[in-house]
């Protein structure tokens, strides 16, 4: 139980680390964008290209950072009325097909559409398209593993909610 801790804590950093700096390369980037058009009538396509591309990378990577936390929106009327080995049985299952559809659409189709999409350039950076896909799998792989780490703690019977960084974990009963 140790080394899933473990593991959990270099992914969540990782993933911190990686929203982080493209935050601030977003912040940097939009404010160089709107100096170019209002200070030098010149507007920057590239800027507006790499904030685009920018934004969805975090998007991405900060959704897989949410799932490992288990705090992604959920629609709980019918889960949270569940209780015991019931519930966890519920969320085992649910993390089961959380694996399978990061597996298989955002791994494997995410991949695929990467390896299709290489000889098609950016219309500014110039960079074949499937290196701005390369975060489908990518993300996609962070939240397989999660959903691993996750299974694997509901399995040995604890409840995993992740609060502000803090791990609460409570027994099943």
């Known amino acids: 139980m140790e080394a899933v801790k473990k593991i959990r804590k270099v992914m969540n950093t990782c993933l911190m680390s990686l929203c982080i700096f493209l935050f601030a390369l977003m912040v940097v980037v939009g404010t160089y964008q709107i100096c170019t058009r209002y200070f030098f009538g010149r507007p920057s396509t590239v800027s507006e290209e790499l904030l685009t591309y920018s934004f969805t990378w ?75 896909y390369t975060v489908l799998p990518l993300s996609g792989l962070f939240i397989a593993i999660y959903a691993i780490l996750n299974i694997i703690d ?20």
Do not use: C, N
């Open 154 to 173: 509901m399995a040995h019977g604890k409840d995993l909610e992740l609060k502000d960084g803090i791990e609460e974990k409570g027994d099943i009963a």
């Open 58 to 132: 975090m998007a991405l990577l900060a959704s897989a950072y949410v799932f490992g936390k288990r705090d992604h929106m959920r629609m709980g009327f019918i889960a949270d009325k569940i209780k015991g080995k019931a519930k966890q049985i519920l969320d085992i299952v649910l993390e089961v097909m959380i694996f399978g559809f990061a597996s298989l659409a955002m791994v494997w189709g995410g991949y695929s559409i990467m390896m299709l999409s290489m000889h098609q350039k950016t219309a500014s950076l110039g960079i074949p398209m499937g290196y701005v």
